[in-house]
């Protein structure tokens, strides 16, 4: 158990050190232009996840993602205590990873986010890029599972693009760009709304995606 929670809080730290660090970098670079930073934002992202998943979902799934814990165990794959300390670790290493990047980028460590990201449009996108990302890990897992680390790259960059609320689909990830008041940020009072429909999204998706998956 301590070694996939190391592997988890870990795994999720890194994963905002590239979200933050990548808005960040991209946004220094981009010269006031917010596609080209959201471009690399999006690249940097995918690519991160394709490099932690791979290397540490043999460890402990890879999740680094609450509402990816919250639909394994609604499935009955992971038992109530670990799926909790995963969810701890989870916001813990995400917070962390914030840190860690606002130290490298020599910023003010403690902040909170102005960014407003509110609204139905948003809260919709943020059900539908959850419920997309559950589908194509649960879709990869019953097929072919050497796939999963590539198919949850290439949907998160795609969703970066697609979704209104560029696609933060994890409520850790929510939580910490709360307290980034950088390129990738979510202004803490926003947060909960996304964290709700999130949360939301796995628990309605995941009774269809365990039928639409099931071997019988």
């Known amino acids: 158990m301590k070694r996939t929670l190391i592997a988890e809080t870990m795994g999720t730290a890194l994963l905002l050190m ?3 660090g990548s808005g960040i970098m991209g946004e220094q670079l981009a010269d006031g232009n917010a ?15 394709y490099g932690l998943i791979t290397v540490l979902g043999p460890i402990s799934g890879g999740h680094f993602n609450p509402a990816v ?9 992971i038992p109530t205590l670990p799926a909790l300390l995963y969810g701890l670790a989870q916001v813990l290493g995400g917070i962390l990873g914030v ?11 403690l902040q909170q986010s102005t960014t407003a990201r509110a609204g139905v449009g948003q809260w919709f996108s943020e059900v539908l890029a959850t419920a997309g990302l559950l589908l194509v890990i649960h879709g990869g897992r019953r097929h072919q599972p050497s796939t999963v680390p590539a198919l949850v790259a290439l949907y998160i960059t795609s969703a970066y693009w697609f979704s209104a609320s560029t696609s933060f689909a994890n409520p850790a990830v929510t939580i910490a760009r ?13 947060a909960p709304m996304f964290v709700a429909a999130q949360l939301l999204s796995a628990v ?6 365990s039928w639409l998956f099931s071997r019988e």
């Not at 840190?99 to 460590?109: A, D, S």
């Open 35 to 49: 596609a080209l930073a959201l471009l690399a934002n999006a690249i940097s992202t995918g690519a991160i996840l």
């Open 18 to 20: 590239a979200v933050v």
């Open 69 to 77: 814990t919250l639909c394994f165990w609604l499935r009955k794959e």
């Open 178 to 190: 709360g307290l980034t008041d950088t390129f990738s940020g979510i202004m803490p009072a926003h």
């Open 99 to 109: 840190w860690t990047t606002h130290v490298m980028f020599g910023l003010v460590v």
């Open 204 to 209: 309605v998706v995941t009774p269809w995606l």
